[in-house]
Structure formats: structure tokens, C-alpha cells
């Protein structure tokens, strides 16, 4: 087993590249957020489809679609709340849990214990004391905090060390399962990772991204899932050993996704693709790798006619109106 310290050895050069060599102004910092929840979303809305029968994802590997307008689920929903609530400081919490609770929509996918939480911040419960009672006491270790969080990392892709205390922040408001939060610390450093690479003009090798990542992934099973990725070369491969989301886990989901963004950064449907043909939590996996790598190629890298299949984003995102 690869130690921490040789952790933070193998990922030293990419963190203190993201660091140390420039410096990010507030309407950059929300170009990256705005364009890695345009990947999220559209991995998401595209996800979802091959839920629905007929959809075969052996289409997609073959570069074709589904017809209509692709709906997002709840992973969208959440992340369009998070971009909502960034500003410069630390993560707002309680403006964040007050969205959630105010504007979910249950019908969105969202699982039973999920609806409960929400619905009960909605109502005035403070969200510590409904995220600490989740499930039973013990919290939630779902991919609910790693599907929202891409957008977090990019904002944040002058530091990995601030866009993993960041999802701490974000992730404590659902996720109080040392798990649930390691998966959205994760996906938000993979996305400050690829933000930064993007602004460097470099695309960093996929195992010494996932090093990066794991370097400031709080230990547990999310962060021995992102070091056993780095030996996985083959995307069947990857969904066997990491898992692909079949259980809804921060654990059984992340690693994976994140797998797929680092073998795919530079090619949006590539990433997508393989999240798709993998199966599992299809929607999930789609958003993360999604908007960790437009993080990367912005949204260029995403097909036009993709974006425009997407269901728009909700009307109540004032900064959706700038984007393409």
C-alpha cells in the first residue's frame, strides 16, 4: 500500500504548481464553475437516458444519442445550488442548506433519505443536526456530495489545498460519513487539478492526477479506491475492481468516475462514454467525470449538440444567462 507521505511526494508537483503560479480573479474563478457545471450537467441529462429503455449504450460508443431533450436529475439540481452560493471566503453553508432545502425538487431523482433531509431543513431544522441523523446516526456515505462538487474544485483551481477544505465545507451539509465527505473533497480537487492544468496549457498524466487527488483525500476507502486506479488501465477493468456506483456510494462511485476523467481529460465524450458504458449509477458517474474534465477543456471540449439536448438549466441560476 502506497503511505501518505508518498502520496503527497508522487502529487507535490501538481499541487504546488496549482499553488504558486497564478492568481485567479472572482469573474474567472465563476467562468471555470459556470463551464465544469455545463459538463456536469450534460453528463448527468445525457446519464440518465440509458435509464430509460431502448437507450442502448452501445450507441453511444458508436456516436450516437438519444432524440428529445435530455432531463437532469438531482446531481444538476445540487450543483446549480452549490454555483448559486460561491463567493469569495469560505463556503456559505448555511446559504447552501437553505437552497437545497427551498428549491429541490424530489422528483428529480433524488433518493428516500435525501427527500427526508431536505424536506426537514426546508422546515428549520438545522442542517448539522439533519445530516447528523441520517441514516440512523451514522451519516450518509453516498455519492450525493461528489456528485455536486466539480464546479467547487474549479472555482478553487489556484489551491488544491482550499478546494479540499472547501468540499469539506460543501459536503458536511448532507454527508456527515467520513466516506460521503472524502468523495466530494475528492471530486472537488480532481476539478481544481484540471482547471489548474487547463491554465497551465498541460495535461497531466492520469496517474499523476489520481496521485494528486489522493494526496488530499482524507484516508478511507475513497482514497485507497483513487491509488488502486492508478493501476487500472482498462475501463471494464476500472468498473469491475473500483466499482461503477451500483450501490450508490461515495466509495463504489468516485474512485471510478474520477478514473475515467483522468484517462479522458482532453475528450469530453470519451469520459462520458465510458461512464456510460460501464453502467452502475450511469448519471452520477457522467456528472462527475463530466465536470471535472470541462474543467479541463471547457466548454468547447463539450459537442454542441450535446449542450443544446440538455434541458436548460433552472431560471432561478441568474449566472446560467452567460453561458453558451
Not at 19 to 44: I, Q, W
Not at 182 to 193: K, L, N, W, Y
Not at 246 to 253: I, M, S, V, Y
Not at 291 to 300: I, K, M, P, S, Y
Request: aromatic share 6%; glycine share 12%.
Amino acid at each position: 500500500m502506497i503511505q501518505r507521505d508518498s502520496l503527497m511526494t508522487l502529487g507535490d508537483g501538481l499541487r504546488s504548481e496549482a499553488l504558486m503560479s497564478f492568481t485567479l480573479f472572482p469573474g474567472t474563478r465563476l467562468a471555470l464553475a459556470l463551464e465544469s457545471l455545463a459538463g456536469l450537467s450534460v453528463g448527468d441529462a445525457l446519464g440518465a437516458q440509458y435509464f430509460v429503455p431502448g437507450n442502448k449504450p452501445a450507441d453511444l460508443a458508436e456516436g450516437r444519442v438519444p432524440d428529445g431533450t435530455w432531463e437532469w436529475t438531482d446531481d444538476t439540481e445540487q450543483a446549480c445550488c452549490l454555483v448559486a452560493t460561491l463567493a469569495e471566503g469560505y463556503f456559505d453553508r448555511d446559504a447552501f442548506a437553505e437552497m437545497l432545502g427551498r428549491l429541490h425538487d424530489p422528483y428529480r431523482g433524488y433518493g428516500p433519505g435525501a427527500v427526508v433531509m431536505l424536506r426537514q431543513i426546508r422546515e428549520g431544522l438545522p442542517w448539522p443536526i439533519a445530516a447528523a441523523a441520517a441514516f440512523n446516526g451514522e451519516g450518509s456515505c453516498g455519492n450525493g456530495a461528489a456528485m455536486r462538487a466539480a464546479p467547487l474544485g474549479a472555482w478553487h483551481a489556484d489551491s488544491l489545498a482550499h478546494a479540499a477544505a472547501q468540499g469539506v465545507r460543501a459536503a458536511e451539509v448532507t454527508h456527515s460519513h467520513p466516506e460521503g465527505i472524502a468523495g466530494g473533497v475528492a471530486v472537488a480537487v480532481a476539478a481544481a487539478v484540471a482547471a489548474a492544468a487547463r491554465l497551465h496549457g498541460h495535461r497531466p498524466p492520469p496517474d499523476q492526477m489520481l496521485l494528486a487527488v489522493a494526496a488530499h483525500t482524507p484516508a478511507g476507502l475513497v482514497r485507497e479506491g483513487l491509488v488502486e486506479a492508478t493501476t487500472i488501465r482498462r475501463a471494464d477493468e476500472a468498473a469491475y475492481r473500483l466499482g461503477s456506483g451500483a450501490r450508490a456510494l461515495a466509495q463504489d462511485t468516485v474512485p471510478f468516475a474520477l478514473w475515467a476523467a483522468a484517462r479522458h481529460l482532453a475528450d469530453y465524450p470519451a469520459a462520458i462514454t465510458a461512464c456510460v458504458s460501464a453502467g452502475g449509477d450511469v448519471d452520477t458517474t457522467a456528472a462527475i467525470a463530466g465536470g471535472v474534465v470541462a474543467a479541463h477543456t471547457g466548454l468547447d471540449g463539450i459537442p454542441a449538440e450535446w449542450l443544446s439536448a440538455r434541458e436548460p438549466l433552472p431560471a432561478w441560476l441568474a449566472p446560467a444567462d452567460g453561458e453558451q
